[in-house]
């Protein structure tokens, strides 16, 4: 089911942001500047939280290249934007905007999954323009990315984000959704 990958997925980035990263970069590693070929072989294999946040911090813009490169997989491009969840910086968020308000809306399911991951970075990074761009994805067609909407707005944690989470909440009719609008909604309203 779509939407047990959307929650592993959620999952994935709650584990890393709470674990230890054991697998840094070994020393031949953090001497050798990262290519865009090492960053999409390791992309290709794992989306681990732990190469995930190793790649946000020594490459980037590698992983931006990567995420808006139509040329490459619809996986590694995925993990490029989640792995982007970790990369705080002023280039990267700006980046993650601009990649939302290109893929909205579209009707391809590369784009959804994209616009998921997008999401859910840009919801972990936080900031002035999340709710304003993430909540017309509530009223997405497709359920996985009104699902992941509702996720990110829940972990801005911006009280702006109740009222559009309610709206969503009062309409929705998948149970996986509205589960994950709850808990949104609890998040959110925890943050007072």
């Not at 047990?4 to 590693?29: E, F, M």
């Not at 990262?34 to 939280?49: M, N, Y």
């Not at 020594?58 to 139509?70: E, N, P």
Request: aromatic fraction near 4%; charged fraction near 25%; charge should be positive.
């Amino acid at each position: 089911m779509a939407t047990a990958g959307a929650i592993i997925h959620i999952t994935w980035l709650l584990a890393g942001l709470v674990a230890v990263d054991g697998g840094g970069p070994s020393n031949s590693q953090a001497t050798k500047k990262p290519t865009r070929a090492d960053v999409e072989a390791s992309l290709a294999k794992s989306s681990a939280p732990g190469d995930l946040q190793r790649w946000a911090a020594s490459a980037d813009g590698i992983l931006t290249v990567v995420a808006a490169d139509r040329g490459a997989s619809e996986t590694v491009r995925g993990r490029a934007l989640a792995a982007l969840a970790y990369a705080r910086t002023a280039r990267v968020h700006a980046f993650l905007e601009n990649f939302i308000i290109e893929k909205t809306p579209s009707s391809t399911a590369v784009d959804h999954l994209l616009l998921r991951r997008a999401a859910v970075s840009l919801g972990w990074q936080g900031g002035a323009r999340v709710v304003e761009l993430v909540a017309p994805l509530l009223d997405s067609t497709d359920a996985e990315v009104r699902l992941d909407a509702a996720a990110a707005l829940g972990l801005c944690r911006e009280r702006d984000a109740e009222a559009p989470l309610r709206a969503r909440l009062a309409v929705e009719t998948e149970a996986g959704v509205k589960r994950q609008l709850e808990a949104a909604l609890k998040a959110v309203t925890a943050a007072r």
